[in-house]
């Protein structure tokens, strides 16, 4: 009897185990391939390390906004409306953004052209934007990083085009009024990639510092107590020696992982803490599709990740 007892307690352990598994979030890599001509591209992983392209690693929408007609840099999160919102760069020159919206990752709504820096006279480009939900002024912040000719030029250099960064946010409640551009972080050096995320009372902004003379081109952190700033000097760098670009980070129990693109190698790499300041090098223990370039990482259900992999 007692060994009957205790094979149903096994069984009701496993089902429980099972149960809670199947409604474990998953996680999702949303990503662009070579010059992000073809559109969005998406990855999940049960454990954020070993990572499966869906849909036979073929594009999930095609880009139409824009001369150029580019899907780079993709950033989707979940917005507080239950929707994914979705950014991202549609062009090497032009002066707005990409935006479009879906319920389910599969379906998306017309593509909209936000001109974010059309009324900043000398801006050159827009590059990788990305927002984040502030949930104490129910308000999201998009923000990206854009070259402004004539402006700061104690850090400008005439190598790479002359391209001399920092980062611009626009806010919005509603992703259709926006407030005027104004300027989010001015670090004292050229950078780009800025990806913020809250730590409980405060924002974290991973960041590229884009430096040339002598060559930086690593990811450092700087930090607010409002998402809107002003944020703190940057630290000193947390990435290795290497150049790295793209941080885009995911929390697993106590510990960040921070993923980034190794692009002047063509591979990825990562980097975890419990502390956000001591770092170690993850790199080997990853596994991406192939071509995979700057990206997001969210969390979805697995129901809707059972809707994706239907997705031929």
């Known amino acids: 009897m007692k060994k009957v007892f205790y094979i149903a307690l096994l069984l009701l352990a496993t089902f429980l185990n ?3 598994q199947s409604k ?3 996680y999702l890599f949303a990503y662009f391939k070579n ?24 594009s999930f929408l095609k880009p139409v906004v ?3 007609k580019l899907m780079r840099d993709p950033c989707i999160i979940r917005g507080a409306d239950g929707w994914f919102h979705m950014v991202w760069t549609v062009s090497w020159k032009d002066k707005g953004i990409g935006y479009a919206s879906s319920k389910d990752l599969i379906n998306w709504n017309e593509q909209q052209f936000i001109p974010v820096m059309a009324k900043e006279e000398g801006a050159r ?7 984040t939900y502030d949930s104490n002024t129910k308000t999201y912040m998009i923000y990206w990083a854009s070259t402004i000719t004539g402006k700061f030029t104690e850090t400008a250099s005439a190598m790479e085009d002359g ?3 920092r980062i611009y946010y626009v806010t919005t409640k509603d992703f259709k009024n926006f407030s005027a551009t104004k300027l989010l972080y001015e670090p004292g050096f050229n950078v780009i990639d800025a990806s913020i995320v809250k730590d409980k009372g405060r924002f974290v902004m991973f960041l590229k510092d884009e430096t040339r003379e002598p060559a930086q081109k690593n990811i450092k952190i700087a930090y607010a107590d409002q998402l809107t700033g002003p944020y703190l000097k940057a630290s000193e760098p947390i990435t290795g020696n290497f150049w790295a670009e793209g941080p ?11 993923y980034f693109d190794k692009y002047r190698d063509h591979k990825y790499g990562a980097i975890l803490s419990s502390d956000l300041k001591s770092w170690k090098d993850v790199s080997d223990q990853i596994s991406l599709p192939k071509g995979l370039r700057h990206g997001t990482i969210l969390t979805i259900k697995q129901s809707e990740l059972k809707q994706l992999l239907k997705q031929k």
């Open 66 to 68: 824009s001369k150029d």
């Open 35 to 58: 010059n992000g001509q073809d559109g969005l591209h998406l990855a999940y992983s049960q454990d954020a390390y070993k990572w499966t392209a869906l849909k036979n690693d073929s």
């Open 125 to 131: 480009n827009t590059w990788a934007p990305e927002f």
């Open 163 to 165: 391209y001399n960064h």
């Open 18 to 20: 099972v149960q809670g």
């Open 248 to 258: 885009t980070t995911v929390r697993i129990g106590k510990n960040w992982l921070v």
């Open 24 to 26: 474990k979030d998953v």
